[in-house]
C-alpha cells in the first residue's frame, strides 16, 4: 500500500516567506528553502529581518490569511484522496498552517512550531525532531507502507532520497540540477501521470 507524503509551500499553496516579502516590501524576505539548503540559518536569517522591521506572528498570520491555493492544487488533492492517503509534511508552523490546511479540506499536517514572547515576538523555532521529512517516511516505512514523497526545494531531498518513489515538482533549475535522478512535474497532470505508475 502506497501513502503519498508531500510538502507544502509550492506544491500545493504559494511560498509564505515570498507573499510576507511582497505585502511588507522587504525583498531579503523573498529567500527561501529554494534558495539556502540550511533550514537553521535561514530561520535564524528571517527572525533577525523581522527583527529589524518590527515584525510580530500577528503580521505574518494576516499576510497568510489571504493566500490561497495554487490553481488545480484542489482537484489535485480529491484526485489523490480517491486513490490513496494524503500526508503533509512541512516545514511551515503550526501558527501560520491553519487557514491553509481548512482551504485545502484539511488534510494530515506534521510540521514545526513557533516560539514567541509575550509581545508576539517571533524568538525561536521548535523542530517536530531533526530531519523531520526523511523521519516521518522511515517511519511509516516500518509499518510496512511504500511511500511516494513530493516537493520542490533542497529540504525535501532527504525525504524523497528516503522514498521508494521520489518526485520534484516545479523546482528551481538548481534543485535539478543538483538531484537530476527524480521526475519533474511541472503540472499537476504530469503528476497525476507519474503517480499512475504506483496508485490504481
Known sequence: MYILCSDLEGVFVP????????????PELRRTTRDEPDYDKLMHYRM?????????????????????????????IQWVKERTQLIIVSDTFIQFADPMMKQLGRPT???????????????????????????????????NYQVIAMGDSYNDISMLKQADAGILFRPPSNVVADYPRFPVAEEYRDLETILQNYLP
Open 15 to 26: 511560498e509564505v516567506w515570498i507573499n510576507v516579502a511582497e505585502k511588507t516590501g522587504i
Open 48 to 76: 533577525k529581518i523581522l527583527d529589524e522591521h518590527g515584525l510580530k506572528l500577528r503580521d505574518i498570520q494576516e499576510v497568510i490569511a489571504r493566500i490561497r491555493p495554487l490553481p488545480g492544487a484542489l482537484d489535485f
Open 109 to 143: 499536517l506534521f510540521c514545526h512550531t513557533l516560539v514567541t514572547d509575550d509581545t508576539g515576538r517571533i524568538i525561536d523555532y521548535r523542530l517536530r525532531q531533526a530531519d523531520p521529512k526523511r523521519k516521518t517516511v522511515e517511519a511509516l516505512q516500518s509499518l
